[in-house]
């Protein structure tokens, strides 16, 4: 059974940094592209990163380019998202999902819980 | 970019009535486009996949259908545990972006 289970999100001033992680098991986490999903109750779902699954290709979202890294460790089953220069506008619930039916994935198939980041002063 | 946008934002139906959710997206996307069901306080979960495909697990009752630029989710005889919220997704422009509609709220009339 797939698990994806996030961790990191917390409260945090505008202009600092967090790193989510995301665990999986249950799946060969190496074989799949992972991304980055978040969701507003203002916005809705919003997409925010892809990387492949050897983990060579990236790609944002407009709004987080240059602010938001996304990246792996095979080693560990772990996905990561470094955000920095947080903003208000960056509060959410991120989840980790992985990508279905091709390298990158195009269609969301496996969810974690989420875990709520909150960007306020 | 591709727009993605839903109808109708939301709607009432009672237990064993068939509903339609509209997806369109502003340019052609093929086959490229998803659906999922999402209920409060949990992550939303893939019901439909590359327009028509049923995900495993998911039950008969609901399909999908349609290409270019407009798609449809049906729901046959609606259950008790369909009430939540549907979005759309295109993948067309994967790996650079994804897009999801703004969703469909399903509630009990």
């Known amino acids: 059974q797939v698990h994806l289970v996030e961790s990191g999100g917390g409260v945090v001033q505008p202009g600092r940094s967090l790193r989510l992680s995301c665990v999986a098991s249950?799946?060969?986490?190496?074989?799949?592209?992972m991304h980055w999903v978040r969701q507003t109750p203002g916005k809705g779902l919003e997409w925010v990163a892809v990387i492949s699954y050897e983990g060579s290709t990236k790609y944002y979202a407009d709004s987080v380019k240059g602010r938001f890294i996304i990246s792996r460790d095979t080693s560990k089953n772990t996905l990561y998202l470094q955000m920095n220069s947080l903003r208000v506008e960056d509060t959410a619930v991120y989840y980790c999902v992985s990508g279905g039916g091709y390298s990158f994935g195009y269609y969301f198939d496996n969810w974690g819980q989420g875990t709520l980041v909150t960007v306020s002063s | 970019d591709i727009q993605m946008t839903q109808s109708p934002s939301s709607l009432s139906a009672s237990v064993g009535d068939r509903i339609t959710i509209t997806c369109r997206a502003s340019?052609?996307?093929?086959?490229?486009l998803n659906w999922y069901q999402q209920k409060p306080g949990k992550a939303p979960k893939l019901l439909i996949y590359v327009a028509s495909s049923l995900e495993s697990g998911v039950p008969s009752r609901f399909s999908g259908s349609g290409s270019g630029t407009d798609f449809t989710l049906t729901i046959d005889s609606l259950q008790p545990e369909d009430f939540a919220t549907y979005y759309c997704?295109?993948?067309?422009?994967?790996?650079?972006?994804?897009?999801f509609g703004q969703g469909t709220k399903v509630e009990i009339k």
């Open positions: 340019q052609s996307i093929r086959s490229h």
């Open positions: 249950g799946f060969t986490f190496s074989s799949y592209g």
């Open positions: 997704q295109q993948s067309y422009t994967s790996p650079r972006m994804y897009t």
